[in-house]
């Protein structure tokens, strides 16, 4: 079965911390270097969660990625 489409409009971005919603992993990356992730938590992202999603967790961290990169040009 195929994966769910990740898609921006499913994250959560803060200062130092993009989040999936869906499945609830987060990176982090420590104040001053955003464009780095320096810790993951994937949360329940790899498995199928109740409502039937599967995301992948290579689609959801290059999405995390894009957007914590994103956030210095967008303060």
């Known amino acids: 079965m195929p994966y769910t489409k990740v898609t921006r409009d ?10 999936h919603r869906p499945t609830g992993a987060s990176f982090t990356s420590y ?11 994937w949360g329940r992202c790899g498995e199928r969660l109740p409502s039937g999603e599967d995301y992948s967790r290579d689609e959801v961290e290059a999405v ?3 957007l914590m990169a994103g956030q210095e040009t967008a303060k």
Do not use: C, D
Request: aromatic share 4%; hydrophobic share 40%.
């Open 64 to 66: 995390a990625k894009t």
């Open 10 to 19: 499913q994250f959560e971005v803060g200062p130092n911390e993009v989040m």
């Open 31 to 41: 104040p001053g270097l955003r464009k780095i992730i320096s810790g993951v938590n």
